[in-house]
């Protein structure tokens, strides 16, 4: 019996990439690049449901979703209007099993923001999100965390197949001047209600 399989051995170098990429994925913060060329390729899909609204009624929320990728820094792009969401179209789609990943803005320069009520969320509030078949999901809201901008948090992007999670992202506390940008980071986590 040969001991030396190739496929095997392919097999397992392989499944170890994945772990190490996969429990790798953060990007929490707009300004770090923690998301490499070989994350993005593994998570890019040509066969999903692009989200288009998002709505959540007890903050006011009725917003268009934009699909946003990568930036040249390897980090998430942002709307670039305050009214806007976007949607990490390199993760799942919401309602695929997995975390689906949206953000949005608060504290605007001048004017409101789209998630600028955000943090007054509670555990059990709805999230709708309608998606180009015309098909309206619906979240509810699991746990409400808070994080440092530079903070590594792999639960907010790594993908759990068990089921199907959208995870909502803002920042939160002090503006930083020398960074441009605030020290803090608002996950909202939910679940598909199904």
């Known amino acids: ?3 030396f399989n190739p496929r095997r051995l392919l097999f397992v170098i392989a499944s170890i990439c994945l772990v190490f ?3 790798g994925l953060v990007i929490i913060d707009s300004n770090r690049g923690d998301i490499d060329d ?3 390729s593994i998570l890019e899909s040509s066969e999903k449901v692009i989200p288009i609204r998002i709505r959540i009624p007890n903050i006011g929320v009725n917003a268009p979703i934009i699909s946003v990728g990568l930036t040249e820094q390897k980090t998430m792009e942002s709307p670039e209007e305050p009214s806007d969401a976007a949607w990490f179209k390199l993760g799942p789609s919401p309602g695929d099993n997995g975390n689906s990943v949206i953000t949005g803005h608060t504290g605007w320069r001048i004017g409101p923001a789209l998630f600028d ?3 007054k969320l509670k555990v059990g509030d709805k999230v709708y999100v309608e998606n180009e078949e015309g098909e309206t999901l619906v979240f509810v809201v699991r746990e409400m965390r808070v994080y440092g901008a530079n903070e590594i948090v792999p639960e907010v992007w790594n993908n759990k197949e068990d089921s199907a999670h959208l995870n909502l992202i803002t920042c939160s506390g002090a503006w930083n001047v020398s960074t ?3 020290e803090k980071r608002l996950v909202v986590f939910t679940d598909l209600v199904t």
């Open 180 to 182: 441009g940008t605030f």
């Open 21 to 23: 990429i996969f429990s």
């Open 1 to 3: 019996m040969k001991w």
């Open 117 to 119: 009520d955000l943090d």
């Open 38 to 40: 070989s994350t993005a």
